[in-house]
C-alpha cells in the first residue's frame, strides 16, 4: 500500500483543488450582508467560529443589516469518476441545485430549503441514477422559549447536529456517520432503501433541541431528541425521486456534547425498530483555523449483527483558496480493509459582493482493496 499511497500524494500534491456543502447558500448571505466568502469561512465551505454564529444565531450577523436581494443560490456541478480497479470511468452533471435560508420575516424561526432539479449519480449497477427533484433539505426551526434555549425543527434534514456533513471537503461522508443500518424489507427496494438509517442521512424527522451557551453563541452544552420518520420529500420527475413518507418513526436519535467554538466533544445513540443499535462517540478539534481534527468510533448493531466503525482524519488550510486533508474510514465487519481517502478542496470567490459569485473544483482519491477510486467535482455557485 505504501507504493500506492505515495504515487497518489504526487497526484494529489499537483493537482489545484477546487467543492460542495450545504453551505453554497453563501454567496445569498455574502450578497445580503456584503461582506466576503471569507467572512464567515476558514476555507469554503468549512466554516469559522464567527460563521458558525452566525448560523446559530439564525442567520443573523450581530449588529449587521441585510441588505435587499433575491434569497437564492444556485449550485451547478459536473461529475467525473474513474473506478480504477474495476476499469471504469464516467462524466456527468451531477446537479443543478437551488437553495434558500433564512429568517422568517421579524421573527426568531429559521427555514432552510435545498432543492435539486437535477441529481444524478452513479449506482451499484454503474448506471446513472437519476432522482431529480428531491429536496436534500426542507425544514423550520422555530424558537420554544425566550433566547433560543429550546427549539423545534420540524421537515427534512439529518439527525446529526454535532458535526455538519454537509460542510464537510471531501465528496464522501466519513463512514462512522454514514454507513446505514438496514430497516425492515418493504414492497419496494427504494422504500426499503429508505427504511435505512445512518446518523447523517436525510429524513422527515421532527427535533427538539436545547442549547446552553456560555460566552457566546458557539460555547456551551449542546443536546438533540430526534424522531427520524421513513420518507423522502420531492417534487418527483423520476420514479427514484417519488414522494414517499411513512407515519411511524424508525426509533429516536439522542445526542449531547460540549462545543468550545469549531471544537467539542460528546456522542449520539439511536435505539430503533428491527433491533437496530448504534452508540458513537465523537469529538472535533480546531488549532487556529489552520488544522482541523476529527476523530469518530461506534458500535452498530441490527438483526443480530453487529460491528464497529471508525473515522479518523485531519484537514490543513493551506490559503482561503485552498485546502487539502485525509481521512481513514473502517469497519470491522470480516473480509473488509480499511479505506484512506486523501482530497483537496478550494474556492475561487469572484464578482463585487453585490453579485458574489464561487467556482470550486474537488479532487478526492480513495485507496483500499476493492474500491480504488478517483472523484472529481467541477462547481459554479452564485
Excluded at 456517520?177 to 436525510?202: E, I, K, P, V
Excluded at 474510514?329 to 478550494?346: E, F, S, V, W
Aim: with cysteine.
Amino acid at each position: 500500500m505504501s507504493m500506492r499511497i505515495s504515487r497518489f500524494w504526487l497526484i494529489f500534491c499537483s493537482l489545484a483543488v477546487l467543492g460542495p456543502s450545504e453551505a453554497a447558500a453563501t454567496p445569498q448571505f455574502a450578497r445580503q450582508h456584503r461582506v466576503d466568502c471569507s467572512h464567515c469561512h476558514v476555507a469554503p465551505p468549512r466554516l469559522n467560529e464567527r460563521g458558525l454564529a452566525f448560523l446559530l444565531s439564525g442567520y443573523r450577523l450581530e449588529g449587521g443589516k441585510a441588505n435587499s436581494t433575491l434569497p437564492l443560490a444556485v449550485w451547478n456541478t459536473f461529475d467525473f469518476e474513474a473506478r480504477h480497479s474495476a476499469d471504469f470511468t464516467k462524466a456527468f452533471p451531477g446537479r443543478i441545485e437551488v437553495i434558500s435560508a433564512g429568517p422568517v420575516g421579524s421573527s426568531r424561526t429559521v427555514y432552510f430549503a435545498e432543492w435539486r432539479a437535477l441529481s444524478q449519480s452513479i449506482g451499484g449497477n454503474r448506471h446513472l441514477l437519476d432522482r431529480s427533484g428531491r429536496f436534500e433539505d426542507l425544514f423550520l426551526n422555530v424558537p420554544l422559549s425566550r433566547g433560543g434555549s429550546f427549539s423545534a425543527t420540524v421537515g427534512q434534514f439529518r439527525a446529526l447536529t454535532q458535526v455538519d456533513v454537509s460542510q464537510r471537503l471531501s465528496l464522501s461522508e466519513p463512514l462512522a456517520f454514514s454507513a446505514g443500518l438496514t430497516g425492515r424489507r418493504a414492497a419496494s427496494t427504494r422504500l426499503t432503501g429508505l427504511r435505512s438509517f445512518s446518523a447523517s442521512g436525510r429524513q422527515p424527522a421532527v427535533r427538539a433541541e436545547f442549547r446552553r451557551s456560555e460566552e457566546s453563541p458557539t460555547a456551551g452544552w449542546f443536546g438533540a431528541a430526534t424522531l427520524p420518520l421513513t420518507g423522502e420529500f420531492t417534487i418527483p420527475f423520476t420514479d427514484a425521486a417519488s414522494f414517499e413518507l411513512e407515519g411511524r418513526p424508525k426509533g429516536v436519535f439522542l445526542e449531547v456534547y460540549r462545543r468550545a467554538g469549531l471544537s467539542s466533544v460528546g456522542g449520539h445513540v439511536f435505539i430503533g425498530d428491527n433491533d437496530r443499535r448504534l452508540a458513537t462517540v465523537v469529538g472535533t478539534y480546531s488549532v487556529r483555523d489552520r488544522v482541523a481534527l476529527l476523530g469518530a468510533i461506534g458500535r452498530f448493531g441490527a438483526a443480530g449483527s453487529a460491528d464497529t466503525r471508525f473515522s479518523v482524519g485531519g484537514e490543513f488550510t493551506v490559503t482561503p483558496a485552498l485546502i487539502g486533508g485525509l481521512r481513514l474510514d473502517h469497519r470491522t465487519t470480516l473480509g473488509r480493509d480499511p479505506a484512506l481517502l486523501l482530497y483537496g478542496n478550494g474556492h475561487l470567490p469572484f464578482a463585487p459582493a453585490a453579485w458574489r459569485q464561487a467556482l470550486r473544483l474537488q479532487i478526492e482519491h480513495r485507496v483500499d482493496e476493492s474500491n480504488h477510486t478517483t472523484s472529481v467535482a467541477v462547481s459554479h455557485v452564485f
